[in-house]
T-cell receptor
Framework: GEQVEQLPSILRVQEGSSASINCTYENSASNYFPWYKQEPGENPKLIIDIRSNMERKQTQGLIVLLDKKAKRFSLHITDTQPGDSAMYFCAASHSAGNKLTFGIGTRVLVRP | DTTVKQNPRYKLARVGKPVNLICSQTMNHDTMYWYQKKPNQAPKLLLFYYDKILNREADTFEKFQSSRPNNSFCSLYIGSAGLEYSAMYLC?????????????FGPGTRLTVL
């Protein structure tokens, strides 16, 4: 199986600053790490993901880092905006995304 | 249309009574999933269908049933609801034939068992 720990549970940041969420996993066979964002009243949506053959991926103000030795991956939101306020879930999969084990979620609150 | 729909959005059930939740998608996805989400807990995979093959997680094997009458619909069935079943139930779908395929989530059904 797999266990994913996600920290922090709540993250308050000032608009324009960066926000970082960290996740650790247990199964060294995990090879896929997606991040989902859930805005209030909305469905969870995939925002970025990284595969085990990569250490870093960046898209539209989001950076994900993967450290396979430490079994740790992280999401970094640069230049946070009010629209970044949401719940963020990390997940890990050892079956190329077909079975996801989620973290508990991080509530990000961006203060204007 | 990348919408996954769930009905009902809210469900109130009595202890000991059955509960049936419905999910649908029109993306022709071959895989459909059901997750359970309780407050301050991670979403937990209960089961998933790959085409017509049902895979249930070991620790929820006896608590939940499911059916998939066609590619678009999938149900989650609780034969006798207990208080511990109160949770948000999220349905998702993906194209399993594609590795690393995105899972598309529905809005969830909030089940309250009294």
């Amino acid at each position: 199986g797999e266990q994913v720990e996600q920290l922090p549970s709540i993250l308050r940041v000032q608009e324009g600053s960066s926000a970082s969420i960290n996740c650790t996993y247990e199964n060294s066979a995990s090879n896929y790490f997606p991040w989902y964002k859930q805005e209030p009243g909305e469905n969870p949506k995939l925002i970025i993901d990284i595969r085990s053959n990569m250490e870093r991926k960046q898209t539209q103000g989001l950076i994900v880092l993967l450290d396979k030795k430490a079994k740790r991956f992280s999401l970094h939101i640069t230049d946070t905006q009010p629209g970044d306020s949401a719940m963020y879930f990390c997940a890990a999969s050892h079956s190329a995304g077909n079975k996801l084990t989620f973290g508990i979620g991080t509530r990000v609150l961006v203060r204007p | 249309d990348t919408t996954v729909k769930q009905n009902p959005r809210y469900k109130l059930a009595r202890v000991g009574k059955p509960v049936n939740l419905i999910c649908s998608q029109t993306m022709n996805h071959d895989t459909m999933y059901w997750y359970q989400k309780k407050p301050n807990q991670a979403p937990k995979l209960l089961l998933f269908y790959y085409d017509k093959i049902l895979n249930r997680e070991a620790d929820t094997f006896e608590k939940f049933q499911s059916s998939r009458p066609n590619n678009s619909f999938c149900s989650l069935y609780i034969g006798s609801a207990g208080l511990e079943y109160s949770a948000m139930y999220l349905c998702a779908s993906s194209r399993r034939g594609v590795n690393y395929a995105e899972q598309f989530f529905g809005p969830g059904t909030r089940l309250t068992v009294l």
